[in-house]
Structure formats: C-alpha cells, structure tokens
C-alpha cells in the first residue's frame, strides 16, 4: 500500500513568489495535515483538512493557504514569499476521526528554499 | 494556547544506557500522546503512543509514561543502540491536531 506521497521533493523560489506544494494521503484516509519544519527546530502546526473543509489552522499568517480536494489529496500555497518560509513542508494523513485523533502517517516533505 | 515544552534539546548517552526525555503540555484536555522518531533526511515515524486511560506503555526496549495529573509524558528508552540515534519528539492531541514538542537530538555512542 502507497504512504503518504508528497511533490515536489525541492522547490526553490525567490522573494514574493508563490510556491505550491502537493500531497496525496494514504488510501482511505480523508484527513490530511501540514507542518512547517525549519532547520534545526520542530513541527509547526500549519493546516489541517478533513472531509474538504479546513478544520484548524496554526498561527501562521493568510498567505498561508490550501484546500483539499474531492479525492482527499491536498495543495498547500504560500504566497508572497519571504527568506524565513524556507523549510521542509510535511503532510500527513490520519485515518482518525473527528472525535479520536490518531496516528499520523507523514510524507518524505517537500523542501522549499526562498533565496 | 496549546504547547507542548519537550527535555532535554539534546542528550548523550553510552551504548547499553538509558534515556529519559520527557515533555508537559497544556492542554488539560489531551488525551492522545504519540513519540515520533525522525532519523537524518527522513521522514518521522511513529514509535510509540499512548491514551489517557492507561498510565504506562511498553513495547521491548522502549516505554511511555503518562502522568494526566501533572501534565507529564515521558519516553523511556533502554540498552540503547547506535541506531537508536536520532531526533524524538513527543506530541499530544489538542482539538483533533497534534501539537508538537521541540525534539530532542539522541546520541548513542558506541
């Protein structure tokens, strides 16, 4: 069975651009969350999306947006791109529910570097 | 708002040894409290994970603790192994998402 895939692997953009990075859950599987994790510190809480809908999101600003699709795979934007959104970009997948989180499946990232 | 404050940012020990980190957290309604494991350039994976109905976890080498109380979880990890070396980090549930810990850098030295 396929885990979690993520594309692309390395994007690297440059200041005020747009980055969009893709993410394909586990089969089954119709929650998907995303993490910031810069260099050297942990998993920051970005987005979460189940059933279509954005559930929660961390405190990140707006130009940190996404949506999940009818298939359950899901894109992550950012906008307006600034040096420090350089960082690896994890989604994950969780087959919990609403009412009993669980375990969550993550992808290999995708690593973006502003210049 | 929700945090989760993981110890120590990095620890070393001896082939053979034990290991403690140890993490609180803040929201006193957690009830779902995972270890990950992430080894250099990959992904981070699932080593352990226990619910606030139990107090203690054990799964061969490796064993969580949870006290609801103070709001503490601790990873215990003995005779550790060279591969065994990696960043941990604990998480606990808060509002259907995982919130979680800084990481600590385990180093086993043969």
């Known amino acids: 069975e396929a885990g979690v895939t993520q594309s692309p692997t390395h994007l690297i953009k440059t200041r005020g651009q747009q980055a969009t990075l893709r993410c394909s859950p586990i089969s089954g599987h119709t929650s998907v969350y995303w993490y910031q994790q810069a260099l050297g510190l942990g998993l920051q809480f970005l987005l979460w999306y189940d059933e279509g809908e954005e559930r929660n999101r961390g405190n990140f600003p707006p130009r940190f947006s996404g949506r999940q699709f009818p298939n359950y795979s899901s894109e992550l934007n950012v906008n307006a791109l600034e040096l420090e959104d350089s960082a690896l970009y994890l989604c994950a997948s969780s087959g919990g529910t609403r009412g009993n989180t669980g375990e969550l499946f993550f992808g290999e990232g995708s690593r973006l570097t502003v210049l | ?110």
């Open chain 2, 1 to 110: 708002g929700e945090n989760v404050e993981q110890h120590p940012s990095t620890l070393s020990v001896q082939e053979g040894d034990s290991a403690v980190i140890k993490c609180t957290y803040s929201d006193s309604a957690s009830n779902y409290f995972p270890w990950y494991k992430q080894e250099l350039g990959k992904r981070p994976q699932l080593i352990i994970d226990i619910r606030s109905n139990v107090g203690e976890k054990k799964d061969q080498r490796i064993a969580v603790t949870l006290n609801k109380t103070a709001k503490h979880f601790s990873l215990h990890i003995t005779e550790t192994q060279p591969e065994d070396s990696a960043v941990y980090f604990c998480a606990a549930s808060s509002r259907y998402k995982l919130i979680f810990g800084s990481g600590t850098r385990l180093l086993v030295r043969p």
